[in-house]
Antibody, heavy 116, light 110 residues
Framework: EVQLVESGGGLVEPGGSLRLSCGVSGFNFINYEMQWVRQAPGKGLEWVSY?????????YYADSVKGRFTISRDNAENSLYLQMNSLRAEDTAFYYCVRGIVGDYWGRGTLVTVSS | QSALTQPASVSGSPGQSITISCTGT?????????VSWYQQHPGKAPKLLIYEVTNRPSGISNRFSGSKSGNTASLTISGLQAEDEADYYC??????????FGGGTKLTVL
């Protein structure tokens, strides 16, 4: 069974940092591209970042997070990460880990709240 | 990157068919066939319904179908059921090697 489980969310002050993790199981992680998608409470979906399969050298970011967020992967640990720096109130959202470019599997999300 | 344009809400009665439109530009779904549709029930993660414009993943009912013409993609749900009441989002790859979602459409089954 394919599973994606996000962790690392929480309350952080503006300007602070958080590192999200996504542990996966049930499929050969190294062979899959991965993405992060977020959703502010009560709002729509927003694409955040993409990382290519295998070595993950191909990486893309939404303009809204470029220069502040860093996506990475550890294939040995079957894990996807999102390092978030210089957090702003508008980054408050549920963050979902998503498999592939078509998004055939999603985690349940982890809530990041940026507030003083 | 501007969001794709979807109607805020649509409604239909059980058994009827409805269509949700998703309008983009020549910089996204007008150029690429990497168009997906997702269903999201309250408090749940999104679920993939359609990928690459017309393809259904295994396990998705054939009541859901997708199409595209020019800069507009569409999701059609036939034989509406109460369980179809949810939010629906379209998504497309873009010329800038990014992805963009539509604003979402709330489907009400009357």
């Amino acid at each position: 069974e394919v599973q994606l489980v996000e962790s690392g969310g929480g309350l952080v002050e503006p300007g602070g940092s958080l590192r999200l993790s996504c542990g996966v199981s049930g499929f050969n992680f190294i062979n899959y591209e991965m993405q992060w998608v977020r959703q502010a409470p009560g709002k729509g979906l927003e694409w955040v970042s993409y990382i290519g399969s295998s070595s993950g050298t191909t990486i893309y970011y939404a303009d809204s997070v470029k220069g502040r967020f860093t996506i990475s992967r550890d294939n040995a640990e079957n894990s996807l990460y999102l390092q978030m720096n210089s957090l702003r109130a508008e980054d408050t959202a549920f963050y979902y880990c998503v498999r592939g470019i078509v998004g055939d599997y999603w985690g349940r999300g982890t809530l990041v709240t940026v507030s003083s | 990157q501007s969001a794709l344009t979807q109607p805020a809400s649509v409604s239909g009665s059980p058994g009827q068919s409805i269509t949700i439109s998703c309008t983009g530009t020549s910089s996204d779904l007008g150029t690429y066939d990497f168009v997906s549709w997702y269903q999201q029930h309250p408090g749940k993660a999104p679920k993939l319904l359609i990928y690459e414009v017309t393809n259904r993943p295994s396990g998705i009912s054939n009541r859901f179908s997708g199409s595209k013409s020019g800069n507009t993609a569409s999701l059609t749900i036939s034989g509406l059921q109460a369980e179809d009441e949810a939010d629906y989002y379209c998504n497309s790859y873009t010329l800038r090697s990014t992805w963009v979602f539509g604003g979402g459409t709330k489907l009400t089954v009357l």
